[in-house]
C-alpha cells in the first residue's frame, strides 16, 4: 500500500518482483529515510547481502535525532523459482515479518538534590545494521533526548534509539 512515495505496513500488501530461475530470498525494510540513514552502495552482480548495511547518520558523534521514526527489519524464507521459459509464468509467495528494529525508552530519575546539575544520556555502538538485521560494529554514539523535563528533586528524559543488544556498549 503506497502512501506518499511510502509503504504503509499492511498484513495484505503484496509486491510482485520479476526474477529469472533461482533460489532467492527477499529482505524488506521500512521506514528507512535519506535524512536519518545512508545505505551502503550496492553493484549488481557483486555485492551481497551480508555486505549491505545502513548506518544512522551522525553529527559530532551524536545520532541524528531518530524522534517518532520507526525503523522495520523483515527477510523470508528460500524460495526457488523455476524457469518460466519451461514451466509458464510462475508465483511464489514469499511471505515476510517485520520486525520493529527502533526502541523508545522512557527514564525516571528521582531523589536528586537538584536535577538542573544533572542529564541522562544514552549511548551505544549500534549505529550500524546489516541488511540481516543484526547489529555491525560501529563507532560510539549518543542519542539525544526526544523530550526532557528537569524537576527540583529528578529528571525525565525520552528517547527513541536503534535495537539495544548487550555487548554493544549501551
Do not use: C
Not at 503506497?2 to 500488501?13: D, G, I, K, P
Not at 509467495?93 to 546539575?117: C, K, S, Y
Amino acid at each position: 500500500h503506497q502512501l506518499n512515495n511510502a509503504v504503509e505496513l499492511q498484513e495484505s500488501y503484496v509486491h510482485s518482483i520479476p526474477v529469472k530461475s533461482g533460489y532467492y530470498s527477499v529482505i524488506a525494510w521500512a521506514g528507512l529515510s535519506d535524512q536519518l540513514y545512508t545505505i551502503v552502495p550496492v553493484q549488481d552482480g557483486v555485492t551481497t547481502k551480508e555486505d549491505i548495511a545502513l548506518r544512522l547518520k551522525r553529527e559530532g558523534g551524536q545520532a541524528v535525532p531518530l524522534r517518532d521514526n520507526r525503523l522495520y527489519y523483515g527477510e523470508s524464507h528460500n524460495v526457488f523459482i523455476d524457469d518460466p521459459e519451461k514451466v509458464g509464468s510462475v508465483l511464489e509467495e514469499a511471505p515476510i515479518n517485520m520486525q520493529e528494529v527502533t526502541n523508545r525508552i522512557h527514564i525516571i530519575v528521582d531523589g536528586l538534590t537538584r536535577g538542573d546539575q544533572y542529564e541522562i544520556l544514552v549511548q551505544s555502538r549500534n549505529g550500524s545494521m546489516k541488511m540481516d538485521g543484526t547489529i555491525s560494529s560501529d563507532d560510539l554514539i549518543r542519542y539525544m533526548p526526544v523530550s526532557s523535563v528537569v524537576r527540583e528533586d529528578g529528571l525525565e528524559s525520552e528517547f527513541t534509539v536503534l535495537k539495544l543488544e548487550t555487548g554493544y556498549d549501551n
